[in-house]
T-cell receptor
Framework: GAGVSQTPSNKVTEKGKYVELRCDPI?????LYWYRQSLGQGPEFLIY????????DSGLPNDRFFAVRPEGSVSTLKIQRTERGDSAVYLC???????????FGPGTRLTVT | KNQVEQSPQSLIILEGKNCTLQ??????????LRWYKQDTGRGPVSLTI?????NTKSNGRYTATLDADTKQSSLHITASQLSDSASYIC??????????????FGGGTRVLVKP
C-alpha cells in the first residue's frame, strides 16, 4: 500500500480481555516502531523491530504487552489481561532503514471498559 | 532522562495571523529534531527535520529553527489557514546505535485557527 495501515481503527474491549492490534508497514521498510499515545499527550515509544527481531523493547510497560513481526513485514501488538489504563491510541510507524524517517499509520484507538 | 517540552499547550489564532510554537529538549546524544503535524484521529506527519548543523528549515508556510547550543527549537506558522488547526509535535531523535532512531516526543501544541 501507499502508507502504513493499522487495523482495527477502533477496538473496544472489556477489562481482562486479550487484544491484538495489527500494523502493515510500507512495503520494503525494514524498521517498524510501536508507540502509545494517551489523550492530549505525545506518543511514547513501546518497541522497535529491525527485520523480524525486536531490537529495543524497553518501552513496553510490563509483561502483559508483547509484539511480534514473524516475517519482517506485518507486526502484531498483543495485550493480555487488558486494564482500563491501557486505553490509548496505539500508533505504528515504519522506516526504510534504521536511520530513516518514520512514517506513521493512523493508529488504533483502544478503549478498555 | 530524555525529555521534550513544548509551549504553549494550546493556542487560538485568527485566520491569516502568524504564530510561533516553542520546543525545549534535553535529549542526548542528539541526532535530529523534527516537527510533526497531527490532525485529529490521524497519525503524525513530518513537516521539517533538522540536524545539528542546521538552524533553519522551511516547508511552505512552516519555518522551523534550531539552536543546538541552548537546545531550543521553534516552529513559525505564517498566514495561518483553517487547515492548520492540528496538534504540532516536536520530536527529538537520539542516536542509539543498533537500537535504531529512538524518538522522544513532546506533548504537542494544539493550534486552533478561527475564521
Amino acid at each position: 500500500g501507499a502508507g502504513v495501515s493499522q487495523t482495527p481503527s477502533n477496538k473496544v474491549t472489556e477489562k481482562g480481555k486479550y487484544v491484538e492490534l495489527r500494523c502493515d508497514p510500507i512495503s520494503g521498510h525494514t524498521a517498524l516502531y510501536w508507540y502509545r499515545q494517551s489523550l492530549g499527550q505525545g506518543p511514547e515509544f513501546l518497541i522497535y523491530f529491525q527485520g523480524t527481531g525486536a531490537a529495543d523493547d524497553s518501552g513496553l510497560p510490563n509483561d502483559r504487552f508483547f509484539a511480534v513481526r514473524p516475517e519482517g513485514s506485518v507486526s502484531t501488538l498483543k495485550i493480555q489481561r487488558t486494564e482500563r489504563g491501557d486505553s490509548a491510541v496505539y500508533l505504528c510507524a515504519s522506516s526504510f532503514n534504521t536511520d530513516g524517517e518514520q512514517y506513521f499509520g493512523p493508529g488504533t484507538r483502544l478503549t478498555v471498559t | 532522562k530524555n525529555q521534550v517540552e513544548q509551549s504553549p499547550q494550546s493556542l487560538i489564532i485568527l485566520e491569516g495571523k502568524n504564530c510561533t510554537l516553542q520546543c525545549n529538549y534535553t535529549v542526548s546524544p542528539f541526532s535530529n529534531l523534527r516537527w510533526y503535524k497531527q490532525d485529529t484521529g490521524r497519525g503524525p506527519v513530518s513537516l521539517t527535520i533538522m540536524t545539528f548543523s542546521e538552524n533553519t528549515k522551511s516547508n511552505g508556510r512552516y519555518t522551523a529553527t534550531l539552536d543546538a547550543d541552548t537546545k531550543q527549537s521553534s516552529l513559525h506558522i505564517t498566514a495561518s489557514q483553517l487547515s492548520d488547526s492540528a496538534s504540532y509535535i516536536c520530536v527529538v531523535s537520539a542516536k542509539s546505535g543498533a537500537a535504531g532512531n529512538k524518538l522522544t516526543f513532546g506533548g504537542g501544541t494544539r493550534v486552533l485557527v478561527k475564521p
